[in-house]
């Protein structure tokens, strides 16, 4: 947090603002809520820079020869100038052939790329499934206590932690708690012995033709029981559970939950506790495709799917802009400010067409990546949408990383260094409140903390028509006459009895602070202003 | 299990009208992508993404929708952790 409570050294300062204690300077609504602003920025839970990972396809392998004979059949190893393609259905092994193309990519290749993660200035690493198991995804776990050797070991997992928490970076892994993989021992254990403890891991039903539940009818992805207790025990509630062992063990910082919403409200908010007890500051984050507001507090926060589909919609013209706004407003409102902060906003990811083929235009792709930037919540970060990779749906948007983009000519790369800069420099936008603002047709709203010299502007004109607007500004310690800088431009607005008259280029957004400086013979009006 | 969410939708014009994720989406945290939502009447159909639905209102009608909650062919449903 920005706020400085120490007094400033008033012998070297010649500020108003260091002549004071800023303790002084706050006004009575800020005492209110300093506390409050103080343990939002205490949580990296709250809007932190989340940058996700598919192991095999994130950095070529520096070992790929003496670690071939791991890749078996139907496993098939692919160049990494190959792009995924859609195959053909593997009938014996339930899959199809693109779920077991291979690139190499592992523990060992990431943890040479931690430099460019860490020059990125991300706060935290979410790694797609990295069990054993038979696909290249692994939504289909054969055994949650082994990472796939194709990948590393647990201990290279441990190490990989310890190095990203040197660095100041987070890790969170991608739990498939829902379903195991057809072709897990224990599965075919509980097929072939009805008497088998594994056989009540399962959901053998005769409501299904085929003898057992499976995820969305995939046969390859037997549902687990976890009305069973043991099965609960087995995952989350014993401190040697899946959930807990990696937390405690690995000293992982989290869990991302696949298909969150088949673990239903019960079961995702003992999982959440039982995370907590092993380590409270673990977040746990849920693939919720739905309106987010009774999922919080079953997890700490959801992938917000709900927000991704409003910023398209508004820049695929479907939704006007105040619309998009008021949606915004309405789901906070509605879920809370402390579960949406914790929210991660993503663009693109394993499941969706990246980006750059779902908005054709390069100011359609602008704005909305200074949105998942700007709006409330962590930002998710699909590997290579810092680069602009294109891709369309699975498994074209699963391409190996294109290491060749990364270069100081790369305009979508310079737009997230900037974005990645700001986040890292902006409190507001990692935990600040949201207020929406009134307009006819920009998508404006704010993002402040208590200090008036955190407060971010946002304006976003989606149509092919500039934009004049009177905006009022719901920041009462914009001192009349004072300057908004866009930090994306060389456009100002001068606030003027707490409006400002803007104007928006087509296709345009703009994000604006409040010049505080001095004026060039000293005078300032923020001197006694936090 | 009894599922109480309706949503009900009424146009008064005199034309088709087509609204694209409007604020229906608020209340309709529980109800799962790819989720058919038959309507009773007429049973048109709307397709939950991410929280939000696309709909298509003909000129001075209401529609009252509930969401689909039978099982897929094999078993699976969305709905079964979820009250």
């Known amino acids: ?530 | 299990m009894t599922f109480l969410t309706i949503l009900l939708l009424a146009l008064f014009t005199s034309f088709t009208l087509s609204a694209d994720a409007k604020h229906i989406s608020r209340d309709f945290m529980s109800i799962h992508d790819t989720i058919k939502s038959p309507e009773i009447h007429e049973r048109a159909k709307f397709t939950i993404y991410a929280g939000t639905i696309d709909v298509e209102v003909p000129p001075h009608s209401v529609m009252m929708l509930k969401v689909g909650t039978d099982d897929y062919p094999m078993g699976y449903n969305r709905y079964d952790r979820i009250y």
């Open chain 1, 1 to 530: 947090m920005t706020i400085l409570w120490a007094t400033t050294d008033t012998t070297e300062s010649t500020s108003a603002l260091e002549k004071m204690t800023v303790k002084k300077l706050i006004n009575i609504h800020d005492k209110a809520r300093e506390e409050e602003f103080s343990k939002r920025a205490e949580d990296w839970r709250n809007g932190p820079v989340v940058y996700q990972v598919l192991l095999d396809r994130f950095a070529p392998s520096r070992n790929l020869e003496s670690k071939k004979h791991l890749y078996k059949e139907p496993q098939k190893l692919r160049t990494w100038d190959e792009t995924p393609k859609r195959g053909e259905y593997l009938k014996e092994a339930g899959v199809w052939s693109h779920e077991v193309d291979f690139w190499g990519g592992d523990i060992d290749s990431l943890s040479e790329k931690l430099d460019y993660l860490k020059a990125l200035k991300i706060d935290a690493l979410y790694l797609n499934p990295i069990f054993l198991s038979l696909t290249n995804h692994k939504y289909d776990a054969w055994d949650y206590s082994q990472v796939d050797p194709v990948y590393g070991t647990r201990e290279d997992l441990g190490k990989l932690s310890e190095n990203l928490h040197r660095q100041g970076i987070r890790l969170i892994l991608d739990g498939v708690f829902n379903h195991m993989g057809k072709q897990s021992p224990f599965f075919q254990e509980a097929i072939a012995d009805e008497k088998s403890p594994w056989r009540k891991f399962f959901t053998f039903s005769n409501k299904s033709p085929r003898g057992y539940i499976s995820w969305l009818d995939v046969e390859n992805l037997p549902e687990l029981n976890l009305e069973n207790p043991a099965v609960r025990d087995y995952l989350y509630a014993k401190p040697d559970s899946i959930v807990q062992s990696y937390l405690r063990k690995e000293k992982i910082d989290g869990w991302r939950l696949d298909v969150a919403y088949d673990l239903g409200f019960k079961y995702l908010e003992d999982l959440t506790e039982f995370a907590h007890e092993a380590n409270p500051e673990s977040v746990i984050i849920g693939e919720i495709w739905s309106y987010p507001e009774e999922w919080h507090p079953a997890v700490d926060g959801v992938m917000n799917m709900h927000g991704r589909r409003t910023i398209l919609s508004m820049l695929e013209g479907k939704i006007s802009a105040p619309i998009c706004g008021k949606m915004w407003e309405t789901a906070i409102e509605d879920a809370g400010m402390d579960h949406i902060l914790k929210t991660w906003l993503l663009l693109d990811n394993h499941d969706t067409a990246r980006l750059t083929n779902i908005l054709s235009e390069p100011w359609q792709q602008k704005m909305a990546r200074i949105l998942q930037f700007t709006f409330p919540g962590a930002v998710c970060l699909y590997y290579g949408s810092e680069l602009g990779m294109t891709g369309g749906i699975d498994p074209e948007q699963r391409a190996p990383m294109r290491w060749d983009l990364v270069n100081s000519e790369n305009e979508i790369l310079k737009l997230h260094k900037k974005l990645l800069s700001i986040r890292k420099n902006e409190p507001a936008l990692r935990y600040g409140d949201f207020r929406l603002l009134h307009t006819e047709k920009l998508l404006a709203f704010m993002r402040k903390t208590i200090s008036v010299r955190d407060t971010i502007l946002v304006l976003a004109n989606p149509t092919d028509k500039k934009v004049e607007e009177m905006i009022q500004l719901r920041e009462s310690k914009f001192q009349d006459s004072s300057v908004l800088f866009d930090l994306f431009s060389d456009a100002k607005f001068n606030v003027h009895t707490g409006f400002i008259h803007a104007e928006v280029p087509p296709q345009t957004i703009m994000v604006l602070k409040v010049d505080t400086a001095d004026h060039p013979m000293g005078y300032n009006r923020y001197s006694r202003i936090y």
